[in-house]
């Protein structure tokens, strides 16, 4: 019974500035679907600037059993062969781990004519449902059923299709992208997702051989035969690139932030403008973040790119702890986003929960709004406040990135637990916040 306790925990101890220099890592959100891309070739793809966090790791695990070799190197590379490929089989202890199992389904019926993955896994921010691109490989040709917690699914052949997506969806847009490639014919996408890590994937695609054209929110693919492998370099991930600028200008820092790609940052950083929080282009993709006089409230919409991203929302608002008046967060897209604010109100933060009125929920939310719980959909949050330490426990990514970001600022030690969630999207992330003068450690396994 003691095995259950044995989970890792970060202790961190507030009160020091975050300064110095710092380079971004890949994006998580790309490299995982690089690997899926694996299953589309027999020809080998070398990848650089890839993360080494437990969802690469992950993903490499779900493509191992269906016949793709992925070779991951300390140095930040990785060599994906799928010469292998034979299974069309998720396990189901794999597949609920992350999000990315569905996304097999396209290439396996793609190569192999069948697949069956289980139910998606991944941070628990809302139900996340699939059924929109569930519903595309349909009109793709494909026959799918529910069946004891997998997704069956079976073609004689892909072909193209005309596919509309009712709503913004990063997922659903990336695994049709990877089912059209090799289908018969011409597929079009329409209202396709913009983020930037769809189009770093179409890259990718298009270097292997594939057919892939955009223009704005429409996506048009153009089957192939085959494709050939591919040398490729993983963006840099605008996430990691927010919580450091945030860390930075929190703790009345000032920090280098090398791999900042500034027009994929736009809403960030007029939103900062409007906080009057402090920030300055070096060269390249180096932009520097430093401490502000006095930062200001704001009012934050999440919305699809390049709107302010949703991911940003909760270090977004532990910001905003630290500024003068009342600052207000609207999530859109997802449900279930706010798991953080129960942990920030432990260490002193005052922040109230209510609900926007809106005209229409059905057009202004992104999730199904038939399948909305009792959730209330945006927060305010009073400032500046003094945080203090606590016992905190990390719910998801994001917002265990803000939970650290919260101790920094905090008088006396914290102790936060569940950071496996973390480990899923920040490679080493108190040795860089250590090296950056952060006062945190990582104390393994056993009961404090």
Known sequence: MWENFKMDRLIVKGGNKIQGEIKVSGAKNVAMKVILAGLLTDKPIYVENVPLISSIFGTAEIVKPLGVAVKLKENHTMTIIGDGLKNHIVPLQLGGLYRTATMVMGPLLSRLGKATVPNPGGCRIGKRPID?????LKAMGAKIKYKNGFFVAETNRLHGAKYRFTTNTHTGTESLILAAVLADGETVLENAAEEPEVDDLIRLLNLMGAKIRRRKRVIAISGVKKLDGAEFSVMPDRNEAVTFAIAAIATKGDLIVDGTQREYLKSFLEKLDEACGRWEPISGTKTRFFSSPQLKPTNVTTSPHPG???????????????????????ETIYEDRFGYVSELRKMGAKIDFFNPKVASPQTTYNFNWKDKRNNLQAIKIYGPQNLHNAVIDVC???AGATLILSSLIASGESIISGIEHIDRGYEDIEMRLSSLGAKIKRIKGDLL
């Open 132 to 136: 929109r691109h569930i519903d595309g």
């Open 308 to 330: 302010f991203m949703t991911d940003w929302q909760a270090p977004w608002a532990l910001l905003m702890t630290q500024g003068g008046g009342i600052s207000t967060i609207h």
């Open 396 to 398: 998801d990514l994001r």
